[in-house]
């Protein structure tokens, strides 16, 4: 059990970094709480996997430290860290019983027989794999040697924090859904921090309390799923998170109304005066646009529409640019003309990718 | 359809079927032919029916105890140099480079005896071992160690086995070592975190996981231990006294040094058999577990 | 062309990996091949290509029988799941060498592997090594040689199964405009039904190696057949509880009884599987004729704009997808509505009995 502070944290493949663009992972500082449910969310080569590596003790990072409660670890090994760790590939122990396998870390640690064998009989339980205690772990299916992996760790009594990399990786979809709510009932029973790295938003997000998104070696924006939804604070958490991820449009603003083109869009926040050397974009995720007949609105060309099984979504351009809405469901589109309402509230204004605050309209606050 | 495609499979099949047939099935078929009967030379046959495999699996007959004794010499021979090159050979696997230039370096070096030709082994280790010219048996016998292959029985099987061991442990090691390179990082890891000793990782992840190329590396050492032939041919010539006269060592003997085809095609055949029963008990043993794995798999 | 698979199986051992799949894909059609991992997509793949031949059944191409005939002598091209490009060769080289084996012109090389990469959006890396390039260009790389060579059939096995989730949305989203270009018979093999429908176009179901369904693919998803078809095109897993119907009533397993309405009245008595994908499973009720049906929380899911929450109802597990954030937490009672024009409803040997009529999105 452990809080985990990333105090300074910053690491470089290379021998003797300069500038900013040699560090693999910039400067963090970060303190997750004791039995919280953490997600490291970002593409490849975010610096998510290095970031995991000196949590767990494989690499040790260029500056900072990383302590467990008060304990500065920086130095420990893997060992000594008392962490436990899924891989994206289940790792078993081919040649032993599921029961063997999940006794295996209490063996090492000298943990007396009859202890150990209770408490790999309570973790069985719990991860419902009492009737393949005793089959060999090699024979087992994908989501059940994650399963093992994941035993193995929590059967440890003393165990800090979990550690997932990737984990659903070689799932199929439908166990996916059962793997990941195990995943989150036993977060609840055990009260474990738990943190898990992905560049499915979709785990990170149901998996999550809250959400480290990543980007080119730094953080762009740590939050609840549902703020990270509503509120991006970066242009690129906007387009990551959903799917279609959030409309960017180029723009100008002037105190509440923005320019598109020629279309000007009133806002329900005011803005200070954006600076004409930055860039200054407009961010509307697709399920606030909405395609209705030609009329009102912003004028579009519909390209395509997806349909997802639940919800139909139009591919639609506006002034060359490509932007994704939601279509009503009783909606029959015909010809490919049509408009757009954006629903002021969930507009946002970005400069130079960043989020601004803006000032809420007076009785409007939103 | 599906059978005039089986029909052309065969047809490609068949020039290797003739190939096998007269290299492997003919000459097999004429020691069986010579196996059951006498001959005085000038091309005189006379039946002999199973008289030469009574004789040889009769331990109290000339040719039995004959046979018996090259046999229990040959079987302890593959014995101690599978007990050595089989341990050796992973210890050193395990002790060779993951990664960096190195690893070139060893696989070279590891792969050095192995290009060398038998008898020139053999006359390397014959030179080497001398006691007056060789600069092992000169060492050895500075060291105040009384040495002498060609006269002793026991320093003769040391140098034998010795000889063995530096030309062949390097197969196994990069059997070994092909095993081992297999094993994803993950697995090191996860054992590191499980707080796995260096030997319960050795256990329970590195050895099962080189299983396969063990049973490879097993079974070649064995085949080729049981029949060796050339190095101590060269090296001492089956002596001193028949200290070192292995099975093929004997063989050859009684087929060409005293022309006694008969019982030497007898011989052939009873010694194929023994190298047959042993592999298939070697391999029936290793892949033991695989075959219930593989049947829950399919 | 036409590719027909006439009853074919295929056994090893005593194994069936496929087991008598008749199946007719037109020119220029895209198939999407859907089930789990181990349901017999990628032999089926392996017999239409001809690497593997048919235990019993017949391969046509344009109606001549090719069964047997080895992958060489048909027009196919093949992706992976794995990013396979040959790492010591450029971009263009990769893409250009199934021209270069069929000895082609240079100057028509040229003109066809710019082309494909236009279409792939690779134009300013050809004179790069793949292994250089992301794994989005580098399976761009493989897809763009698998178009270059203009072979009658193109067969992707989960070709972005090993790529990054925006990655995949963004390849996903230019493939069957890529597909429209090339007049092949594409088939793509994948385990995620969200994938099926955004490429659209025809979709098997594949369980066990037989195919439980075939036709256009929004059709599959709102009209299965079968219920392992409903099943296998249904993520979040479908929902499932028996019903016994008897006179205007029905009987849930889950406990409780419910008005026979809509689809429930268009059935004769007996008892049924009654199947609802998670989105028709509400939390508040919207009419006055939604069956409602008691449960407790186990987990919610949160994803940003909408919650997944799992139930446990009566000894059966749902998963009910609900907009907006919902933080429930486990164990509090509920009720959960579920919407009687949006349910399957599947006689006792799993046959389709009766759907909702509705084309809208269900």
Not at chain 1, 123 to 142: F, H, W, Y
Not at chain 3, 5 to 23: F, W, Y
Not at chain 3, 223 to 228: A, C, G, R, W
Not at chain 3, 291 to 316: F, K, R
Request: glycine share 8%.
């Amino acid at each position: 059990m452990a809080r985990i502070t990333l105090d300074h944290l910053a690491h470089a493949y290379k021998p003797n970094p300069q500038g900013p663009h040699d560090y693999a992972l910039k400067e963090i500082n970060h303190v997750w709480s004791q039995g919280g449910a953490y997600a490291l969310l970002g593409p490849s080569g975010c610096g998510k996997t290095t970031l995991l590596n000196i949590i767990s003790g494989l690499v040790r990072p260029t500056r900072g430290r990383i302590l467990f409660d008060d304990r500065d670890v920086t130095d420990l090994p893997t060992e000594a860290r008392n962490i436990a760790q899924v891989f994206q590939f289940p790792v078993v122990y081919d040649t032993m019983t599921v029961r063997e396998n999940l006794a295996f870390p209490l063996k090492n640690r000298h943990v007396p027989r009859d202890k150990t064998a209770q408490r790999v009989e309570e973790i069985a339980r719990l991860l419902d794999l009492t009737s393949v205690l005793d089959r060999k772990a090699s024979n087992l299916t994908a989501d059940m040697k994650q399963k093992i992996s994941l035993g193995r760790g929590l059967v440890r009594p003393d165990v800090a924090a979990i550690l997932f990399d990737e984990p659903l990786t070689v799932i199929d979809p439908h166990l996916k859904w059962q793997l990941r709510s195990t995943l989150k009932e036993i977060h609840r029973a055990l009260d474990i921090t738990m943190i898990y790295v992905t560049h499915d938003q979709t785990e990170a997000l149901t998996f999550a309390d809250k959400v480290v998104v990543m980007h080119d070696g730094a953080v762009v924006q740590t939050g609840t799923p549902d703020e990270l939804f509503e509120r991006p604070a970066h242009t690129f958490v906007g387009h990551f998170i959903g799917s279609p991820g959030m409309n960017i449009l180029p723009c100008q603003v002037e105190g509440a109304t923005a320019f598109l083109g020629s279309e000007t869009i009133s806002l329900q926040r005011r803005y200070r005066t954006l600076n004409h050397k930055e860039q200054v974009e407009l961010g509307i995720r697709p399920e606030f646009v909405q395609i209705q007949p030609k009329g009102a609105g912003l004028p579009v060309r519909i390209r395509r529409i997806d349909d997802i099984g639940r919800a139909r979504i139009a591919r639609v351009e506006m002034n060359g640019r490509m932007m994704a809405a939601s279509v009503p469901e009783n909606l029959s589109v015909s010809g490919d003309e049509a408009s757009l309402r954006l629903d002021p509230r969930h507009i946002h204004i970005y400069a130079d990718g960043h989020l601004v605050a803006g000032e809420a309209l007076g009785g409007q606050a939103a | 359809m599906t059978k005039t495609l089986n029909n052309k499979a065969w047809l490609l099949v068949l020039p290797v079927f003739l190939i096998v047939a007269f290299s492997a099935v003919l000459p097999l078929m004429t020691v069986v032919n010579y196996s059951v009967q006498d001959t005085f030379g000038n091309n005189q046959f006379f039946w002999n029916g199973v008289g030469w495999f009574q004789e040889l699996l009769d331990p109290s007959t000339d040719l039995g105890g004959r046979f018996f004794d090259s046999l229990w010499r040959t079987l302890l021979f593959s014995a101690i140099i599978l007990l050595i090159e089989v341990p050796l050979g992973i210890a050193v696997a395990l002790a060779m480079p993951r990664e960096g230039w190195t690893v070139a370096l060893s696989l070279v070096l590891m792969a050095l005896p192995l290009l060398i030709p038998w008898n020139v082994v053999g006359t390397i280790w014959q030179v080497f071992a001398r006691g007056d010219i060789g600069l092992l048996g000169w060492v050895v016998n500075h060291l105040g160690i009384d040495y002498n292959y060609t006269g002793d029985p026991l320093d003769a099987w040391i140098t034998i086995v010795v000889m063995d061991v530096w030309h062949w442990t390097s197969l196994v090691a990069l059997l070994c070592y092909a095993g081992l390179k297999s094993i994803p990082d993950a697995y090191y890891q996860a054992a590191r975190i499980d707080g796995a000793s260096r030997w319960a990782v050795f256990r329970t992840i590195q050895l099962p996981k080189m299983r396969r190329v063990l049973l490879i590396a097993v079974l070649l050492r064995f085949m080729d231990s049981f029949m060796i032939y050339t190095e101590p041919f060269v090296l001492t010539g089956g002596g001193p006294g028949n200290a070192t006269t292995f099975l093929s060592i004997d063989l050859v003997k009684l087929a060409l040094g005293q022309f006694d085809l008969g019982k030497a095609a007898a011989m052939s055949l009873v010694y194929n058999l023994i190298i047959l029963a042993i592999c298939w008990v070697f391999y029936t043993i290793m892949t033991h577990g695989d075959a219930r794995k593989e049947g829950v798999e399919a | 062309m036409t590719l027909v698979l006439e009853s074919v199986s295929k056994k090893v051992g005593a194994s069936v990996h496929i087991g008598d799949v008749s199946l007719t894909l037109e020119r220029g059609s895209l198939n999407v091949l859907l089930g789990a991992t181990l349901a017999g997509k990628t032999s089926l793949m392996r017999l239409m290509a001809g690497l593997d031949v048919p235990t019993s059944g017949r391969v046509l191409v344009d109606d001549k029988d090719v069964t047997g005939w080895p992958v060489q002598k048909r027009s196919v091209a093949m992706v992976y799941q794995q990013f396979i490009n040959y790492p010591s060769l450029s971009v263009y080289e990769n893409i250009a060498s199934p021209l270069r084996v069929a000895g082609l012109a240079s100057s028509e090389i040229e003109t066809r592997v710019r082309d494909a990469a236009k279409l792939l959006k690779l134009e300013s890396y050809l004179d790069r090594k793949p292994l250089n390039l992301s794994g989005g260009q580098q399976q761009r790389t493989a897809i763009a040689r698998a178009l270059v060579k203009r072979a009658d059939l193109v067969l992707l096995d989960e070709p972005l199964a090993n790529l990054d989730y925006k990655l995949r949305e963004e390849l996903r989203e230019e493939l069957p405009r890529v597909f429209a270009a090339s007049g092949a018979i594409f088939v793509y093999a994948t385990t995620e039904p969200s994938e099926a429908l955004l490429l659209g176009g025809n979709t098997a179901t594949l369980f066990e190696g037989r195919i439980t369904q075939f036709g256009p693919t929004p059709q599959v998803y709102r009209k299965p057949q079968n219920l392992v078809t409903a099943r296998v095109f249904s993520d979040p897993p479908l929902n499932t509880l028996t019903i016994r119907k008897s006179g205007g009533m029905a009987t849930l397993s889950t406990g409780g009884q419910a008005r026979a309405t809509d689809v429930l009245a268009s059935v004769p008595d007996g008892d049924y599987t009654m199947g609802f994908r998670a989105h028709h499973l509400g939390l508040e009720p919207i009419g006055s004729d939604e069956i409602a049906i008691p449960a407790t929380v186990s987990v919610a899911e949160i994803t940003g704009s909408e919650s997944y929450v799992h139930l446990d109802a009566g000894g059966h597990r749902f998963v009910s997808l609900v907009p907006g954030v919902r933080r429930l937490e486990p164990g509090t009672s509920i009720t959960a509505y579920l919407d009687p024009r949006h349910l399957f409803l599947f006689d006792q040997d799993g046959r389709l009995a009766a759907a909702s009529t509705t084309q809208k999105a269900a």
